[in-house]
């Protein structure tokens, strides 16, 4: 961070794209940050020096680095990898002030509570992209053993004696509540059967870094998982797995501009429906080993898309759906399935003049030829991506701000997009310079 720079969102955290542009080369994706986030707090199980590789150096996993810290591990990052030392002894509280910036935080909840038989996680409430519950994650813990409460914004819960085995229902396959069951699960006593589970790829890769830490988990990507609990596990160095959702973004930017990118270090499986989604609408998809390539020849045809908890189309990748089908040729039916806020994104992308009409969960989207470029405002991640991607098929210079948010999770966007041929520009200033690496 530059010395003085400003501590709070200003007129430069912005980038202008001029549209009319159609993406083209090659573009390379590192490790997924709905991995690496819970890989980070994975280390929490084995006190000694774990490390996780292929990490995407991005506002998030700068956030989870603090996080850690405050719980009293060491914590350096070294290029695309961050070594955590890990005490034998944590500190088992997680505040308001990083929680709020760090939604994922809250998955040190059954890592500590594993370790201290203790844990105090301040709640994350809701955020931009709608209610977000942890019923399930409380639900299971208590099953486990766990004597939990909600006090004053703080998660509590306490299991001096330990966890124990349970057997556990999800009443639906959530990714933070699987990861979090399963992490508390693997120090318990006996056997936890979780049934329900989500099967994402990310929840895989967590499953497979803990297994080489000693744990003994059946069933990783179905939807049961069968967890004996052991006394202890080792520290380890574990790969990230690629990002699916950036991978994504990629592909869609190629689809909506009717462009020809390849995309590298990303299994393009774990986008299946995605691709196939694409290539209905008339695109060609060539599938490699870790990587994929994606052509659209004319203009997309509508095509209806409706988001699903793994191997579903991801609702991570809906900004994306909505904005092919805002410049495809005849009317797509969006439908989201998973979070109630996601179409704040819908209202935005009218500015640029896309055709939508909203009833409840479903986008009933009349693509147009070309966006009329605007100004418009990202409210998380996704929003914010898929905003500047539909920038693209605008008649002139689209300005998206507050784009701190893809900072959180695009390592290097600008970059990657002036690589595909884009005229972009953006003002370099670091969104939350508290924090970095
Ligand atoms: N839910 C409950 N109760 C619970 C847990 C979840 O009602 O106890 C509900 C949520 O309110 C939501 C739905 O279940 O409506 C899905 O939640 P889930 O727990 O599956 O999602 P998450 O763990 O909070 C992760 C990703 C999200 C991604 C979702 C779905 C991380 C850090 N976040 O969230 O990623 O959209 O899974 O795939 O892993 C992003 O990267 O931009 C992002 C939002």
Request: glycine share 12%; hydrophobic share 45%; net charge negative.
């Amino acid at each position: 961070m530059e010395p003085g720079a400003p501590s709070t969102m200003c007129d430069v955290d912005v980038i202008r794209v001029t549209g009319g542009v159609r993406l083209t080369g090659e573009v390379g994706v590192v490790g997924a940050k709905n991995s690496a986030l819970k890989l980070m707090a994975a280390a929490l199980l084995a006190s000694g020096e774990s490390a996780v590789t292929n990490i995407p150096r991005i506002t998030d996993i700068a956030l989870m680095g603090e996080v850690l810290r405050r719980l009293g591990a060491e914590v350096s990052f070294h290029d695309d990898s961050v070594h955590i030392g890990v005490p034998e002894r944590l500190h088992p509280e997680a505040d308001y002030d990083l929680v709020r910036r760090l939604r994922a935080s809250i998955c040190v909840l059954g890592p500590l509570l594993a370790r201290c038989g203790e844990v105090r996680v301040a709640h994350p409430g809701g955020d931009a992209i709608g209610s977000r519950g942890l019923d399930m994650h409380v639900g299971g813990l208590a099953k486990m053993g766990a004597d939990i409460s909600n006090e004053h914004g703080f998660v509590v819960a306490s299991a001096p004696a330990g966890l124990h085995g349970a057997k556990i229902s999800l009443d639906f396959p959530s990714v933070g509540a699987t990861e979090n069951l399963v992490m508390a699960a693997v120090l318990a006593r006996g056997t936890t059967v979780i049934d329900n589970v989500a099967r994402e790829p990310e929840i895989v890769d967590i499953c497979m870094m803990l297994n080489a830490m000693g744990a003994q988990i059946e069933g990783a990507g179905t939807s049961e998982l069968t967890i004996h609990g052991v006394e202890a596990l080792n520290p380890v160095t574990h790969a990230t797995i690629g990002d699916r959702i950036v991978a994504g973004t990629w592909a869609f930017g190629a689809a909506m501009t009717c462009g020809d990118v390849t995309v590298n270090g990303c299994e393009p499986r774990w986008l299946e429906i995605a691709l196939d989604k694409i290539a209905q609408a008339g695109g060609q998809v060539d599938y490699g080993v870790n990587n994929f390539r994606v052509r659209m020849p004319q203009r997309p045809q509508a095509v209806d898309i409706r988001t699903l908890p793994y191997p579903g189309f991801a609702t991570d990748l809906l900004p994306m759906a909505i904005g092919m089908a805002a410049v495809a040729e005849g009317t797509s039916l969006i439908t989201e399935n998973i979070f109630d806020g996601r179409f704040m994104f819908a209202e935005e992308l009218k500015r640029l003049g896309a055709e939508i009409r909203i009833e409840g969960h479903h986008a009933m989207v009349r693509g147009r030829e070309r966006l009329s470029s605007a100004e418009v405002t990202a409210s998380d991640i996704r929003a914010g991506a898929g905003l500047v991607i539909a920038g693209l098929c605008g008649d002139g210079v689209t300005s998206v701000r507050a784009v701190h948010h893809i900072d959180r999770g695009y390592p290097n966007f600008v970059g990657d997009l002036r690589s595909l041929g884009v005229d972009v520009a953006r003002a370099e200033v670091p969104s939350d310079p508290e924090y970095t690496f």
